[in-house]
Structure formats: C-alpha cells, structure tokens
Nanobody, 127 residues
Framework: QVQLVDSGGGLVQAGGSLRLSCAAS????????MGWFRQAPGKEREFVAAISWSGRNTYYGDSVKGRFTISRANAKNTVYLQMNSLKPEDTAVYYC????????????????????WGQGTQVTVSS
C-alpha cells in the first residue's frame, strides 16, 4: 500500500503562483510513477501532469502546458506541481496519484491507470 498526502492549495489571484506537494509513504517502490489530476465542480476529473520515477520523462495536459511544471524528489518521496500564471479556470480540487510500473522511465496519464490517490487540495484562483 502507498499513502499519499497532497498539500499546498489555497486562494490566489489570477496571474499568481502556487506549489503543490504530494508526500508518499508506506510501501514505496523504486518504480512509482506519479501524476496530478484536477476536478472542478460539475466536471470530470482532468489530467494535469505526470512524471516517471526517474524524473526524466514528464507529460502535461494541453491546458497547463508552459505554465505548470511537475518535478519530484525521490529521496523525500515527494512530487511537486509548480503552477504559474494561474487562471480562474484552474480552480479545482487537485489530486496526486501514484502507480507502480515496471519501468523507471514510464508514466501514465489516464486516471483509471492509477492505483493510489491523495485526498485532494483545493486551489481557487480569483479574477
């Protein structure tokens, strides 16, 4: 089992920045890929970003490319989501997720492909 605790959400004005963190604990393996998703009220869960265990491979949703950056610190079992140039449409509950893969360079971008989820952290961007 892997437990995920995500944090760092809050209220920010449009154009501002926030950094989300996701700390993993429990039975962490050497090949755990991580991702961030978000869900706004009345909408489906949306893929935001993913990163391989090695950190060398990343992938972003079209709506956040060029504004968000995913990174990880394996020594700390933590993944980050740096969010810049925030827009009101970025308002959502953000969830981190983890999946155990055979490859250290692999990642996933489908919500159904992830096995473990954080509790979510609210991000609100005011106009």
């Amino acid at each position: 089992q892997v437990q995920l605790v995500d944090s760092g959400g809050g209220l920010v004005q449009a154009g501002g920045s926030l950094r989300l963190s996701c700390a993993a604990s429990g039975r962490t393996f050497s090949s755990i890929a991580m991702g961030w998703f978000r869900q706004a009220p009345g909408k489906e869960r949306e893929f935001v970003a993913a990163i391989s265990w090695s950190g060398r491979n990343t992938y972003y949703g079209d709506s956040v490319k060029g504004r968000f950056t995913i990174s990880r610190a394996n020594a700390k079992n933590t993944v980050y989501l740096q969010m810049n140039s925030l827009k009101p449409e970025d308002t959502a509950v953000y969830y981190c997720a983890a999946v155990l893969l055979a490859s250290q360079s692999g990642y996933k971008y489908g919500a159904h492909e992830y096995d473990y989820w954080g509790q979510g952290t609210q991000v609100t961007v005011s106009s």
